[in-house]
């Protein structure tokens, strides 16, 4: 049900597409008036091109490799995994052809790490593995002849129009450097090529993170809003939306299908059609003003027949002939297109034969000869398939065609007013995450404020539905959204030393909700001592237990019903964990207990160390993020709350010393570079992006350490060395066995069950889609010497690998576990002085020998917890870390490779302290020596707390809510807290 769900969704999303005219960069600006565009006079000084697809055939390179490296790895591993190793690659066997998937669209190093993991999963060693897959691997095919290198277009003369426009070339791939090299060399193209980025280049990194794109700009010394990027795949499209580059071209000669080049914001048949765009801007030339928009019918796969598609082909076929495959004069092109626009403005369109004439609209799903093999995919350039095609776009009778020239990507607004309704709003609230959403709500009780929320992603729900956007509300889906860039920004870390220099995946919430809307609804306090050492040791004044508790009661409302330590009207439902929904459940407390531990029945009341049921925020079968807690029930009540999204915050405004606004442009952005395009002004600016976008504010805006700042061109407005320092996060292992009875969930989330399941949650709101699994967990102490619990458990009755972006193949069960308050520290920081760049991340993670000491005691302790008697029945092998790693050495180095984020980022811009590195004063939430500006997230924890940071975040928000409206605070309240006997 779920899948029937998202593909009806996918094929009706009507999505608008932005064109070019005259000049390539546009900017979408809303104001309460009009809707207008913005011409940015700034000519491409680059083209970064992707290889395979998009200057050579992909099909006639990698289809006979794709068959080829099949059978040398099961020649040297001796298994007939044939299928699995062609969907580990996306080559689809039946039709002879490579799809999307690892070959099209990842560097070498992860395709093999992946061909690894396949292997394990086979039960092979994973050094064995690693063995086999070197034993057996080419970079690169091996015989290259004129069969397989099967260019589109003449790619020497491409590349030497674009040299003599001075237009910088170059090329990002994830294929080998060797195999680069001798395409290069082929073609006659190295003297022509400005830089090259190879997937087995150690600076390269995986699209569509925005790095690739961005480094080369730097190397070449071109501004990204010069930038064009010319792909066949969705990564490709990607790293230029992230990059943010002027202009993402999708050609359809490669793996990707029409539907799949969603993130483009021009579709053409070839290469070669993008370069002559290309050097139609370049050298000012008209390009014609087109705009379509259509809904096309499932089962609608043929063109058009009427007599106006024909009379449009056969112009076009009178136009093209063979001379399309080259630039032939600036003159011709010009007739070309002056033609085409001297009929725009009348109801009767006329399609142009120029290259141009040739886009798409990347919503449609008619490719006639795309997706067949190479010779069918070189055919499709021929002026009849050219023919077939074009008129398809025209090919919708509710379409109007003369009612705009211009198309854009549907950046979303408020249901409510526009931001420009009120002149100056008493708030602005930056990010509606878990903070965000809080202050939205506790600032509106207030009828005499005027609140803007501002949020850089999209809305939490489809047409008000929460049932129809089930991937972030359907407790079970929480994995589809972790790895969505849409919902999420995506972020990666620099290399950590500490893990064997591993870029680590670090996702973040980017819609209504946050990270709320994102993570594994685990409703987790920390401990009292956390907020005592606030206070005691760090500088928080105010902040210790008996402070924050009231207000961790406030926000909530327990299934349990209200005591001392749990609230019953809060807006964040909260329930408790069911450990009777799965036998596994009840042997992991038992075994608890076996081992010497305690029980205990609420880890956020008075005792936190033990095994019991966990606490989630989940209500009705379905996900409480701080959206729908806090944000959604006021959306229809208070006219005094005005929303935007898709609205990327780029800097607050000051006068003197005072903020008084923000800067902010539509999101994702449309290819500027200046984020001076649209303002709001207000009397207080609070920023609830969390630890990693409100330090990277902040320093956009001047407040920082003088040296960075100065070191990106950001003039200093505030020397505040903190801002960004400081960062910590958990970092957590999954150890994980066999199980050897079928009671994990891997049935339930496979073939027909996985419907069944999907359609009890859609009609009725119960059954195994309606939890995380995430129903019991344990706090221990490592030693006697620690006060109170430093080690933290989640218990799953199924397997996560890789962020559940693959998905498990047995039966197992598995437990998250970490260290709870790590000294590893680092850094958030500016990689340019452009808010739509990613910042750099660097969590420094196994930084200490304190922290390494930790890991390898966990894992023998974990391995102690589950040799117990209650999992006598179910216990198989052990799969992580694996009988293997015993020695201290053996378990720091399958740490260092295995290990990840609990995506628990905190304390970038810590509160309190007498020291240089405070930024918040922890008794009105405002930065440090500027006025009007605050901070109420994750980044003000002065240290990070003993258990996730959701409840914890949602806390802080809710006292500054109090704080900054200069509101008295609640009583203070003294209750017992568990101590254990040593102590």
Known sequence: MAMLFSALLSCRRLTWRRFINNHSHTKFIHTSSQTRIDIFDAKTKLVIFDKDGTLICFHSMWSDYAVESAARIMEVSGLSIEAKIYKVLGYDFKRKKVVLGSLAEQPHPVIKGSLTDMLVDEGVSRVQARNFIEESWQDTPADITDITMVPFGDINNMFTKLKSADIKTAICTSDSEEGTLKLMEWFNISDLVDYIVCGDHKENKPKPAADNAINICKKLGVDPCQTVIIGDTPADMGMGKNANLALSIGVLTGVGELFDMRDADIIVHCVQDA??????????????????????????????????????????????????????????????????????????????????????????????????????????????????????????????????????????????????????????????????????????????????????????????????????HMPAALMYNLCNAKYNWYYHTVPQKGVNNREMYCPRGRCWGGSSSLNAMAYVRGHAADYDRWEDDEGATNWSYKHCLPY?????????????????????????????DNPLYQCFMDAGVQAGYPVTNDPNGYQQEGFGPMDRTIVDGMRCSAARAYLHPILSTRSNLITLTNSLVTKVIFDGRRATGIEYVNYPLSGATEPDQLTAHAEKVILCGGAINTPQLLMLSGIGPRDHLEDVGIPVLEDLPGVGNNLQDHLEIYIQHLCKEPVTLLEDQRGLRMIRVGLQWFLTGTGPASSAHLDVGAFIRSNDNVTHPDIQYHFLPSQIIDHGRKSPTIHAYQVHVGAMRPTSKGYVKLQTRYAHHHPIIDFRYLDTDNDIEEMRRIIRLTRDIFKQSSFDRYRGDELAPGPSVETDSEIDGWVRENSDTAYHPSCTCRMGGEDNESVIDPCTMEVNGVDGLYVADASVMPSIVSGNLNAPTIMVAERAADLIQGKETLPSVDVPVYKHSTH
């Not at 327990?558 to 408790?576: C, K």
Request: glycine content about 6%; aromatic content about 6%.
């Open 275 to 472: 370069v002559d765009l290309v050097l139609m801007h370049h050298y000012e030339l008209k390009i014609p003003k087109i705009i379509f928009r259509s809904i096309i019918d499932d089962n609608d796969s043929n063109p058009p027949t009427s007599s106006n598609s024909s009379s449009s082909s056969s112009s076009s076929s009178a136009g093209n002939g063979k001379q399309r495959n080259s630039l032939k004069s600036s003159e011709s092109i010009n007739s070309n297109c002056e033609s085409s626009n001297s009929s725009s403005n009348s109801s009767s369109w006329k399609v142009s034969s120029s290259p141009s004439s040739s886009l798409y609209n990347s919503t449609l799903n008619y490719a006639p000869g795309i997706n067949a093999a190479c010779n069918n995919t070189l055919n499709m350039h021929t002026s009849s398939n050219l023919n077939l095609i074009t008129p398809r776009l025209f090919h919708s009778s509710s379409t109007s065609l003369t009612h705009k020239t211009w198309s854009f990507k549907d950046f979303g607004k408020s249901d409510q007013s526009d931001a420009n309704d009120y002149t100056s709003y008493t708030h602005i609230v930056v990010g509606s995450g878990s903070a965000g959403c809080v202050l939205a709500n506790r600032l509106t009780e207030n009828p005499s404020n005027q609140v803007l929320l501002v949020e850089a992603g999209p809305k939490d729900t489809v047409l008000g539905s929460y049932s129809l956007q089930w991937k972030i």
């Open 552 to 580: 961790f009661k406030k926000a909530q409302t327990h299934n349990q019903g209200g005591d001392p330590y749990r609230g019953d009207s809060g807006p964040l439902q909260v329930s408790q964990g069911d450990i009777h």
